[in-house]
């Protein structure tokens, strides 16, 4: 077990070197870490995706930029995480090697450290390859956090960019069309690309789309700001590869898993500055306005194409399982 | 899966009252925290216990135990845990609202808060029933963290009571021996009853005596203190049931996991203090000095009843999978 373990250390590529932790290493069975804020934020999210390695990244991708985004959209800067491995025994090491340097590598992008880790082996057959789960905390960095019912009437509706390429990727793999669209799931941790947005005061709420996709995050935006969300279908970005995808499998976009996507209420006044900082990062460059919040009971309307208006439902989850 | 969210969050009694908890509820997606200290401890778990019950606790028991005792045992009050549950499709409700009972209440016994959580369904076949990841977080109560390092020569060894009945409890039911035994797990978290104990000045190191025994831990705090550990066999108190267990079997009580004790070197000026507050507890009740730090290179020394000398070696690790 402890072969295994310098084995993930290295390939994650730890170091003892950060000032941060100032008492005991990663020898000891936890971190201590000085904290200046009083206002941490704490998250935590499971990884399960099947197949681990898809189109465009692997279960090590998801396992840092869905906590790191699962903060940022917080208001938060994310600092520290834990890993905690579980591992089916025979599961072949060279594959654990990429998964720990994907990890380590998005790690050291996002600005957060691995703190404290554990990894448990399952006997063949009992575990279907391999499942993460990441803690992280992090730091308010706004006066007031972001939160999902700040929205008012009048604010503009942002996407960071085209919606359901991570579900749309990995379904694709899946059902074996992968080859002929080629589409990359978007996987990626958008945490320090977004910090101007996250830190400008028009910015009021922000989810990452991910589980539910486009229709389940601005379903809770609406609900919890007790607001009407109305988007103009067309102004929707969705990448021709996934709608194809969507459309072969008989699969509705706006229920598809992001990984590397955020939507916004942002104040009317601050739209066009915002979207300027999301367009101005590789992450953000097709973001879009894609509406408004109006008043009326909380309900999501879309105003398609042909010139009418469909009520989105919030989807019961996501279409398949095991998506991140 | 909603459903399934709030089934988990009544069954362990989450609440929305705690004025800790600042920011956003629960129902967005991370908890915002006020920390007024610098020294934050942070730590993380995997648990994969087959089976998920057992004779003396569940799954649930071990998720917040061993969260509570690692922290516990770096000089820590634990103060926050993340719960990420996996559970395969099929798991009987009904198990898994016992599970949460059990964590619901052991979380509420030993002060925690549990302030963000994650739930993964996996399909059937390729999970084998339930793992838990607990992350948590604590402040360090003690002017300098415990730390496996800081042993001197002539500290006493004290164990906080019988060794190996987690382990010993979980094998006797795997193996069918334990109707005749009636051994149940040790498994407890040992905050705040130890928290005198934590704080005693007197106190250096502690270790929880999991993974690989009570050989694990002495063989860690010599190596890491430089010195011989010398313990008189006689001394080490096991209970004849795991005895008993452990000769069926053929295994060596001093390699098998606890999840209710620790191992501590303490000043031999504080040594019999401290060993009365551990004895005034009911976890602490079994105590016993056990042996010595010695001059030396780093070596477990046991000396036996028939007045020899054997080296402890490190066990490779536990001698069976998913005890933990």
């Known amino acids: 077990m402890d072969l ?18 100032v008492g005991p290493t990663d020898m000891d069975d936890s971190a201590v870490i000085k904290m200046s804020s009083d206002r941490i934020v704490i998250t935590t999210d499971g990884h399960t995706v099947d197949p681990v390695f898809f189109p465009g990244g692997n279960i090590g991708d998801l396992a840092i930029a869905g906590t790191v985004n699962d903060l940022m959209v917080m208001g938060c800067q994310p600092l520290y995480l834990t890993l905690s491995m579980i591992i089916e025994e025979g599961f072949p090491f060279e594959r654990l ?10 790690a050291r992008k996002s600005g957060v450290r691995i703190v404290a880790g554990d990894t448990k082996v399952m006997p063949k057959g009992s575990l279907n390859n391999i499942v993460l789960t990441t803690a992280g905390v992090g730091v308010i960095r706004r006066e007031v956090p972001l939160q999902d019912s700040k929205g008012v009437s009048g604010d503009v509706v942002i996407v960071s960019g085209t919606i359901g390429d991570h579900g749309a990727a990995l379904m694709a793999r899946r059902e074996g069309i992968d080859l002929e669209t080629n589409l990359p799931s978007d996987v990626r941790p958008l945490w320090p690309d977004f910090k101007d947005v996250v830190l400008h005061p028009g910015v009021r709420s922000m989810k990452d789309v991910t589980r539910g996709g486009l229709a389940s995050a601005l379903s809770e935006l609406s609900t919890k700001s007790g607001l009407v969300i109305e988007v103009i279908e067309d102004r929707i970005p969705v990448d021709p590869r996934s709608k194809a ?10 229920e598809i898993s992001s990984e590397g996507k955020v939507v916004m209420l942002c104040s009317k006044a601050s739209a066009e500055e915002v979207l300027g900082l999301l ?12 509406g408004e919040l109006i008043e009326g ?11 009418g208006t469909r009520l989105l439902d919030k989807p019961y989850g996501e279409p398949i399982p095991r998506v991140c």
């Open 4 to 21: 295994l373990i310098k084995f993930i250390g290295e390939k994650i590529g730890l170091g003892n070197s950060d000032e941060d932790i």
């Open 97 to 106: 090697g990429e998964i720990c340097s994907t990890i380590g590598d998005l």
């Open 245 to 254: 995808i969507c459309d072969i499998l008989g699969l509705e976009p706006l």
């Open 279 to 290: 367009k101005s990062t590789d992450a953000g460059k097709n973001a879009k306005i894609i």
């Open 297 to 307: 009971p909380p309900e999501v309307h879309v105003k398609t194409n042909v010139g």
